[in-house]
């Protein structure tokens, strides 16, 4: 018997890091899952992991910054199995141009990069919870914000704004739907070891990228940096009916990194 066994998720950035360590997870604890990213080859290969391991899954190609496309998954994600019990929304871009100083970007930027990384997460409840209330059964959402969106990151803004965002949206949407028996919680993760931060490691410290990841295990209490399967297990547990009275949590997950600020 797994958690999830009859239920049907959503997973976004599921060909990837985390997201990609989630589907995996879900599927082993008897969840049907939908795969959701923009590169079919990641997908492909997730699902085909899953498969092999006896598992139910499918991908669909969605770039969850675009309404259309987030409609359509939900509407192919019910057509495929049936309904829908949870949605991980956990897809993010870092993308490598948007470090710079707050004064220095574009309108463009902002605009790409808030699409990117907060309209995904409001489109993506947006259908998900429609469809929640359709059935009128319940569901449970989480959405991955980040340390950064607790506080200022130098260099980031437009990260840190937009994962601040995501509390926003996540506490807004738990109190409105905590009625129906639909609960909404966060993921603020710290470092993981995931394609997202090894770009950053080879940004900080391009000749040797070992370095910059060592310094960031310095700062971690734990002293190193999460796996993604450690991140994942987090999101698994507030979708589980364990979790059934929590709702509006933003749940830090980051080896001690923040303990001494909070
Ligand atoms: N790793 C960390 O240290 C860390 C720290 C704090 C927060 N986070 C957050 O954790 C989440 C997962 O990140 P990760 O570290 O696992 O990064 P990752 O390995 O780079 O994965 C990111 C995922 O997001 C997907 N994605 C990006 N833009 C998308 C779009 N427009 N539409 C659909 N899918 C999109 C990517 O898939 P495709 O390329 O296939 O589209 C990929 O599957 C993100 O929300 C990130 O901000 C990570």
Redesign the pocket.
Known sequence: MGRFDQKVVVV?????????AAALAFAREGAAVMI????EE??SAVLREIEAAGGTAAFRS????RAEAVDALVVETVRRFGRLDCAFN?????DAGTFKGTADFSETEFDRHLA??LK?VWLCMKYELAQFLRQNTGGAIVN?????GLGGAPHNAL?AAA?AGVLGLTKSAALEYAGRGIRVNALV?????????E?VFSRLAPDNPVTAEEMYARQIPTGR?GR?EE?ADVALWLCSDVASYVTGHSMIVDGGLTASMR
Do not use: E, W
């Open positions: 976004t950035g599921g060909t990837s890091g985390i997201g990609r959701a990213g923009r590169n990641r997908g969605t770039d969850v910054s956990n897809a993010a871009n870092l990117q990384n995904s991955t914000s980040s340390v950064n990260y994962k993760a710290g470092a993981f070891r995931t394609p997202m931060l770009g940096v993604p991140a």
